[in-house]
């Protein structure tokens, strides 16, 4: 068992010993993806020992991160370690 599956064991346990549904936690979300994006997904899941859901979750977090950072006024950039070099991310 990975960690976030350790997690999540962990939180069922805790909401069935205080009596809450487990159910009224989570929204069960059934989504389409292309064949790329899911490799894709997969494999950045893998890499961080991740369940799909938490890298969904994960990538969800990131998104409400960014959009509040812009939302603010602030500018995103990657810094190339080598050069130093400055380039703006800009998301449309």
């Not at 490799?39 to 409400?64: F, H, M, N, P």
């Not at 959009?67 to 991310?89: P, T, Y």
Request: glycine share 6%; aromatic share 4%.
């Amino acid at each position: 068992m990975n960690k976030a599956e350790e997690v999540n064991a962990s939180r069922k346990q805790d909401d069935e010993a205080s009596g809450k549904s487990v159910s009224s936690r989570f929204v069960r979300l059934s989504i389409n993806l292309g064949i790329e994006p899911m490799e894709i997904l997969k494999t950045l899941a893998e890499k961080k020992g991740l369940s799909i859901t938490d890298a969904v979750r994960r990538a969800i977090k990131i998104w409400q991160f960014v959009e509040d950072q812009v939302a603010q006024g602030n500018e995103l950039q990657v810094v190339e370690k080598k050069s130093g070099d400055v380039h703006k991310v800009m998301l449309l």
